[in-house]
């Protein structure tokens, strides 16, 4: 079936640590986002992308960097300049603009 | 102040009865209009997705849409317990850029 994997579905960060989530789609979608949701909050948009190569700062960017070498991979890293990165994080995809935006699972980052 | 401001409830509501849901946006640049489901521990499921003033139904929901007020509306009839969830609103102002209401939680009782 089509759609967006993203793993792990859980992951702890200790202090100073980079880590990464991975975040991969079969869905043949041009445009991919990672969000980071919070409680009681709405989804705040960290990087998108709307073509291989190319990738832009969405309203939260700092402490996290990502790239696009592929089509279906859209990975985020979490680097130890994120003092608050205890989330759950959120990887979706579109066709394009104007398009509805399809989500993944999430994954849960926690600090050790 | 937000964007998308959204009332984060609780909600809750008999079974059977209709879930009225809403949002309010700021930026009359916004076409592109979304509901989205949200159970805990998952990812935003798409609900509903319109771009047009007026009404647009799909089974037990209807996705409401006012431009003139910048108000947008999601009802439920006939509720189920399975429909207890987080209920999300989004825009969109054709950039592919999302801005998100805070999510409403929904609880139907049997």
């Known amino acids: 079936d089509g759609g967006i994997t993203q793993s792990p579905k859980y992951l702890f960060r200790k202090e100073g640590q980079n880590v990464t989530l991975s975040c991969e789609q079969n869905?043949?979608?041009?445009?991919m986002y990672w969000y980071r949701q919070d409680p009681g909050q709405g989804l705040r948009l960290i990087y998108y992308?709307?073509?291989?190569?190319?990738?832009q700062k969405g309203d939260i960017a700092e402490g996290y960097s990502v790239s696009r070498e592929k089509k279906e991979s859209f990975p985020l890293t979490v680097t130890s300049a994120q003092k608050n990165p205890t989330a759950f994080y959120l990887c979706?995809?579109?066709?394009?603009?104007?398009?509805?935006?399809?989500f993944g699972d999430g994954t849960r980052l926690s600090i050790l | 102040q937000k964007e998308v401001e959204q009332d984060p409830g609780p909600l809750s509501v008999p079974e059977g009865a209709i879930v009225s849901l809403n949002c309010t946006y700021s930026?009359?640049?916004?076409?592109?209009f979304m509901w989205y489901r949200q159970y805990s521990r998952k990812g935003p499921e798409l609900l509903m997705y319109?771009?047009?003033?007026g009404n647009k139904e799909d089974g037990r929901f209807t996705a409401q849409v006012d431009k003139s007020s910048k108000y947008i509306s999601l009802f439920i009839r006939d509720s189920q317990p399975s429909d207890s969830a987080t209920y999300l609103c989004?825009?969109?102002?054709?950039?592919?850029?999302?801005?998100f209401g805070a999510g409403t939680q929904v609880v139907v009782t049997p």
């Open positions: 979706a995809s579109s066709s394009g603009s104007n398009q509805p935006q399809h």
């Open positions: 869905l043949n979608h041009d445009a």
């Open positions: 992308s709307q073509i291989v190569n190319d990738f």
């Open positions: 930026n009359s640049a916004f076409q592109y």
């Open positions: 319109t771009y047009s003033s």
């Open positions: 989004a825009t969109d102002n054709s950039w592919g850029k999302l801005q």
